[in-house]
Antibody, heavy 118, light 113 residues
Framework: QVHLQESGPGLVKPSETLSLTCTVSGGSIGGDYWSWIRQSPGKGLEWVGYFYYGGSVLYNPSLESRVTISKGRSENQLSLRLDSVTAADTAVYYC????????????WGQGILVTVSS | DIVLTQSPDSLAVSLGERATFTCKASQSILYSVDNKNYLAWYLQKPGQPPALLIYRASSRQSGVPDRISASGSETHFTLTINNVQAEDVALYFCQQYYDTPYTFGQGTRLEIK
């Protein structure tokens, strides 16, 4: 069974860059779509964007100017980068898997809380 | 963006009773090519990520008990839990994947009376 695990700093200063990694174990990262989704008390669940190892990426227009989703440093890793963060970016960040775009998310990581504060 | 509005915000039922949740979409999420509604339901327990219950509006995910069912089409969807158990206490979300950006409802909290 595929397992997803998010990692990265839990505290980021305002105006700096949030960087997270999703490590996939128990299966191949190729062939599926990998999304980042965040959850905050104020905005609920918000899809950030997806990455497909076949070569496509799509972002939520509300974040597109600040977000980059790409391959991680290791073969079975996915990364998220969010620039110029503010307190509004404080959230639990999840990576999630779907078998195709325009599909439900059938597997989620445990999530990582990222707080933006000085 | 497609807006999903869930009701009620919270629901309290007695053990063994039925719980019904509603999700309304701001536009149809029925895909005409395959006649499927691109809607999923998830539950989320405290400290845990969302877990898939239902996809394509009415298909139960493997392992989900058959006392949980869902229906609906186009803009109006329902999730029903029969014989509510203590383990069903959670936050329930709907999500559309008909169009990007994918969006979620604000959630309905299920409690036991």
């Amino acid at each position: 069974q595929v397992h997803l695990q998010e990692s990265g700093p839990g505290l980021v200063k305002p105006s700096e860059t949030l960087s997270l990694t999703c490590t996939v174990s128990g299966g191949s990262i190729g062939g599926d779509y990998w999304s980042w989704i965040r959850q905050s008390p104020g905005k609920g669940l918000e899809w950030v964007g997806y990455f497909y190892y076949g070569g496509s990426v799509l972002y939520n227009p509300s974040l597109e100017s600040r977000v980059t989703i790409s391959k991680g440093r290791s073969e079975n890793q996915l990364s998220l980068r969010l620039d110029s963060v503010t307190a509004a970016d404080t959230a639990v960040y999840y990576c999630a898997r779907s078998t195709n775009n325009y599909e439900h998310f059938h597997a989620w990581g445990q999530g990582i809380l990222v707080t933006v504060s000085s | 963006d497609i807006v999903l509005t869930q009701s009620p915000d919270s629901l309290a039922v007695s053990l063994g009773e039925r719980a019904t949740f509603t999700c309304k979409a701001s536009q149809s999420i029925l895909y005409s090519v395959d006649n499927k509604n691109y809607l999923a339901w998830y539950l989320q327990k405290p400290g845990q990520p969302p877990a898939l219950l239902i996809y394509r509006a009415s298909s139960r995910q493997s392992g989900v008990p058959d006392r949980i069912s869902a229906s609906g089409s186009e803009t109006h969807f329902t999730l029903t839990i029969n014989n509510v158990q203590a383990e069903d206490v959670a936050l329930y979300f709907c999500q559309q994947y008909y169009d990007t950006p994918y969006t979620f409802g604000q959630g309905t909290r299920l409690e036991i009376k």
